[in-house]
Every structure is written in structure tokens, then in C-alpha cells.
């Protein structure tokens, strides 16, 4: 590929530089996290990084140039080497994302897009990406991509196929996508309804129904003393993802010992506390002996409090709305003090109301659940098309 392309590094923005609004006349930093799956750039409150410094005109964007993931936070790789074209002004180009530049007329630069996009192209970024957990490529190795290159002519022709084939396919996406977000919010409207409906007289300080301890400092946890096995310890991902099986560091008895203060027991809730913040999980009882790390919160509710309802209560928005008023940081966001989530009001109506509004969130879960699979295998359907249509493409076979 790198004898009709190139592939150029972006730059390394502060995040001191980094603005705390979401001032529209500021340039928008593009980053992995603006990246959809389907190739295209997305932009939200939640993923969009401004820069308030001195512009370097070298790395800013203009439109119409494709980009390319060069470095995917997941170890799943599921963006990894994904393409997308810049569609608006004023996007700067930091050193995580690659500029893609033709540099013969014989190669249209949507065929190379697409080209990013098939599976051929996935597999030999993937299969030569380094990092564990943190996966990267680079331009030489993007440049050393085997591409087909038919004629010019022949490359128009597949691209205005694909191009067709393609607005059908993101139509058909969008209704489910529409349908799938529409699902999730009618769910969470329906679990903060069942907390807003309690008397507010039956609201305490969180700090008096639940006792709680915060993760270690990151120096009582250096990777130099985990070992191959032994107690397990906790991190952000297991409350982001509700798992608790899979570990990737523990330590010894005596480590353990020392750290007594932060182990955690079945009951108790693992909540993360930087960047993903809010997430919420409660320790089963085959969990693991072991203890939090810095990023997490352990939460040990009180005899007035049933877990169940207290997760429920936390993955509403009466609590996240509380929760996001107190964060601190601006590239990362991190929960305020143990002292100031002390304060936070917490619904606590009788046992048997709660035992009642757990059950209720459950049966609404259980709906949400069904419809959200059904969506998800539309979504599944529609890619395995998009791929069949590529991989057509690339081996001459698209008519």
C-alpha cells in the first residue's frame, strides 16, 4: 500500500491544554474515542476533547482527508485500524490517529476506504498490532498492507456499488440504532420514575446507611509485587462490566494481610471511580477472596439498606445526576472525596419497598433485555452483510 499512500503521524496535545467547556469555536481534538465501529468520526459531550492552545496549522485537518485508528484502548481491537473521513472544519490531528495521504492517481481514495474497512484489511493491522491491553500500529506497518488495485476505472466502478449498497446498509443501522437507544432510555426513565415516586422525608446521607472505603494510592500496588496467582485484585473493569472471573493481577498472603482494610466481601458494591465513572456491581458470593485497587470504591450497605436496591438506586439518575456535580479532572473525569460522596442523598424507603421497586426493576430489565438482543442481532445481521459486500469487492466478485 505504501507505493500509492502515506501514512503520517499526528501530534501530542497537553491535556493541560484541554478546554473544561464545550466551547463550539474551540478545535475539536480527534482521538480513537471519536471512532465508530462503522467507520465514521462521532462526536458527543461525553467523547469530544477541545483545545484551548496555540493551533499548530501543520495538524489540523481539512475536509475530506481520511483518518485511521492507530491506537485502540481495548484489547479486543475493535476500532483498531478503523477509517473515517473528516467531515467538518477546525479537527485536529493528535499522534494517536494516522492521515491517510494518496500520492499516485491510481488509487481513489474511497476504495481505500473501503478497502480499511473489509476484514482483509482488519486481520493484517490486527495481526501485527503490539501492547497487551493497549493496542497500537504504526504508519510503516499500516504501509505494508497488501492491497488489491485493480484499474482506476474498475476502483470507481466498485466504490459507486459500494456507495449505494452502503446508504442502505446505514439507513437500515440508524432506525436500529434509533430503536436500540430508545429501548435504553425508556428504561431509565423507568427506574429513576420508581426512585423519584419516594416520599423525599425517607432520604438520608449516604454516608449514614453505607460504609466506605476507597481504593489504595497507586504506590501500594506496583506491579512489581503481583504475583502469577494468590488473592485477587479488583479494578475498574469488573464493576464497568459486572464480571468476576477474569483477573489479571493478585498478590500474596502477607500483601494481603497488609491491605486487610480493602478487601472485599459478597454484599458489598464495587463502584469505578475515574474516567467510566458511576459504574456499579455487587460482589457475588463465588467471588474471589481479594481487594480493591485505586480506582474503585467499595460500598458495605447497612441492615437498612438491601444491595439490590442500593445498585438500583446508583444506576439511576437521581444518584448520577448527584455523582456528576461532584467530579473533579478535565481530560479525566474522577468521583469527588469519600467525604463529599458521604453527602449525597440516598432514597432509603422500608425493606419491603424496596424488596417491591427491586423486583419491578427487574421485570423492566427483563424487557429492556429481550428488545436490546433483538436489535443487537439486526445490528449483527447488517455488518456480516457489510462485510459479504467487501469481501466481494476485493476478490473481484462484485456485479
Not at 3 to 12: C, L, N, P, S
Not at 151 to 163: F, G, P, T, W
Not at 300 to 327: G, H
Request: aromatic content about 8%.
Amino acid at each position: 500500500m505504501g507505493e500509492v499512500v502515506d501514512v503520517t503521524h499526528g501530534f501530542a496535545f497537553k491535556s493541560a491544554d484541554f478546554s473544561t467547556t464545550n466551547d463550539a469555536k474551540l478545535p475539536i481534538v480527534l482521538t480513537p474515542g471519536n471512532f465508530s465501529e462503522d467507520a465514521r468520526h462521532i462526536f458527543s459531550d461525553k467523547n469530544t476533547k477541545r483545545f484551548t492552545g496555540e493551533i499548530p496549522q501543520k495538524f489540523l485537518f481539512s475536509k475530506g482527508e481520511l483518518t485511521i485508528v492507530m491506537t485502540d484502548l481495548s484489547s479486543k481491537m475493535k476500532i483498531l485500524g478503523k477509517p473515517a473521513f473528516v467531515e467538518r472544519e477546525n479537527i485536529l490531528h493528535n499522534q494517536r490517529i494516522g492521515r491517510v495521504i494518496p500520492k499516485s492517481d491510481q488509487i481513489d481514495q474511497r476504495y481505500l476506504y473501503y478497502f480499511l474497512q473489509s476484514d482483509e484489511a482488519g486481520a493484517q493491522i490486527k495481526g501485527s498490532a503490539t501492547g497487551t491491553m493497549v493496542r497500537h500500529t504504526a504508519p510503516k506497518r499500516i504501509l505494508s498492507l497488501e492491497i488489491p488495485l485493480p484499474q482506476i476505472k474498475e476502483q470507481h466502478r466498485i466504490v459507486a456499488i459500494l456507495d449505494d449498497a452502503f446508504e442502505g446498509l446505514a439507513r437500515a443501522r440508524g432506525h436500529a440504532e434509533a430503536n436500540l437507544q430508545n429501548a435504553r432510555e425508556l428504561f431509565d426513565a423507568q427506574l429513576s420514575a420508581m426512585f423519584r415516586k419516594i416520599d423525599a422525608g425517607q432520604k438520608k446521607p449516604l454516608g449514614d446507611v453505607c460504609d466506605f472505603v476507597r481504593g489504595p494510592f497507586g504506590g501500594s500496588l506496583k506491579k512489581a509485587i503481583f504475583k502469577p496467582s494468590g488473592y485477587a485484585v479488583y479494578e475498574q473493569q469488573h464493576a464497568i462490566r459486572d464480571q468476576f472471573e477474569d483477573f489479571r493481577y493478585f498478590i500474596d498472603d502477607a500483601k494481603f494481610a497488609e491491605m486487610a482494610r480493602f478487601r472485599v466481601e459478597a454484599g458489598d458494591l464495587i463502584m469505578s471511580c475515574s474516567g467510566t465513572m458511576g459504574k456499579v456491581a455487587i460482589v457475588p458470593e463465588d467471588a474471589p477472596d481479594g481487594i480493591i485497587n485505586q480506582a474503585l470504591l467499595k460500598l458495605r450497605p447497612s441492615e437498612e439498606l438491601r444491595a439490590e436496591f442500593l445498585k438500583r438506586w446508583m444506576q439511576s439518575d437521581d444518584f448520577q445526576d448527584q455523582l456528576s456535580a461532584n467530579t473533579m479532572g478535565v481530560a479525566i473525569k474522577n468521583v469527588a472525596s469519600v467525604k463529599t460522596l458521604k453527602t449525597l442523598l440516598a432514597v432509603v424507603p422500608s425493606l419491603e419497598e424496596q424488596a417491591n421497586i427491586v423486583s419491578r426493576s427487574e421485570e423492566a430489565e427483563e424487557q429492556f433485555v429481550a428488545i436490546t438482543q433483538s436489535y443487537e442481532a439486526k445490528l449483527g445481521d447488517l455488518d456480516d452483510l457489510r462485510q459479504s459486500l467487501l469481501q466481494k469487492a476485493f476478490a473481484g466478485e462484485l456485479t
